[in-house]
């Protein structure tokens, strides 16, 4: 967001804006911003392909970090006991208190389109919303949606580039209506969603089915790892907790301490 004078045909920047948010990747080598100035961030998934819940979980912690909203959407509904399934290892998700909308896309444009894409559109009016999620879910197809002439500045961007090809190699920013109140950003990346800029002993607050048995270890410095006493351990897998938490979150959460603890700031 910046502050810019018009003169003649040009424009000059005046200042730019301090950012409400700005959501980012950083692995080994490089950091790359997402976009910033965030309300949501939309993570789509599908009945099919399936979704890998580690790269779910990456994209979760990232916007926690950051302190916006996500919002999980699970498309192709019309696919049955795929979507079923999906539908069920979103389960303990919907526990830990993410809303999961269910979607279908196709025959979204139709003279009656499913009832679902009701709900989307009033959980995106008003906001600035950027759509994240690995490739086949219909990202295209919601901007598309939403965006009628996102295709064309597409293959306007191709062509200029003098590519053939029509996926999404830069991030772009959509307004979905005149008004300009509703955005939608497309953004590519969501494979290697590195965390390399979040301290392992974050981790645990930004996993909200973790953060909620957070304060009854024993040790105040606890890793949730290994130690005796520990108020996070107890309740995985355990029937009788009130909100326990489920076994591949621990392990997601193991593997993430282990890979963000390995590396070395300097
Ligand atoms: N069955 C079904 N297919 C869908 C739905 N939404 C999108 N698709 C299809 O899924 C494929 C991938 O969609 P696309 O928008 O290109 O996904 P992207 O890679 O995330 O941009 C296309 O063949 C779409 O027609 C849906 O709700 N149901
Ligand atoms: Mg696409
Ligand atoms: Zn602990």
Redesign the pocket.
């Known amino acids: 967001m910046v502050d810019w004078m018009a003169s003649e045909d040009e424009g000059t920047i005046e200042s730019v804006r301090p950012r409400r948010n700005l959501l980012y990747r950083q692995d080994e080598i490089r950091t790359k911003s997402f976009a910033a100035n965030l309300d949501q961030v939309l993570i ?1 998934l599908a009945a099919e392909p399936e979704f890998s819940e580690r790269q779910l979980a990456r994209a979760l912690i990232s916007a926690e970090a950051e302190g916006i909203t996500p919002l999980i959407v699970l ?5 049955g006991i795929l979507f079923d399934h999906a539908w069920a290892r979103l389960q303990p998700y919907r526990d830990m208190g993410y809303d999961v909308l269910p ?4 025959n979204a444009d139709s003279a009656t389109p499913p009832p679902e894409l009701a709900s989307l559109d009033s959980r995106l009016r008003g906001k600035v919303t950027l759509v994240l ?1 690995p ?8 901007i598309n949606h939403w965006v009628p002439n996102a295709l064309a500045s597409t293959n306007e961007i191709s062509r200029a580039l003098n590519s053939g090809k029509h996926t999404t190699t830069s991030t772009s920013w959509y307004w979905v209506d005149a008004e300009k109140t509703t955005a939608l950003i497309d953004s590519p990346g969501f494979q290697e969603f590195g965390l390399h800029h979040i301290e392992p002993t974050r981790l645990a607050q930004l996993m909200p089915d973790l953060r909620h048995h957070l304060g009854n270890c024993k040790f105040y410095n606890c890793t949730h790892l290994h130690e005796p006493g520990c108020g996070v351990i107890s309740h995985i897998k355990n029937a009788s907790s009130a909100l326990p938490i489920n076994e591949i979150r621990y392990q997601i959460y193991t593997e993430l301490f282990s890979e963000l603890s390995q590396i070395r700031h300097w």
Do not use: A, E, I, R
């Open positions: 789509l498309n192709k509904s019309d696919l979607l279908c896309m196709k999620g490739s086949g879910v219909g990202k295209s197809t919601l």
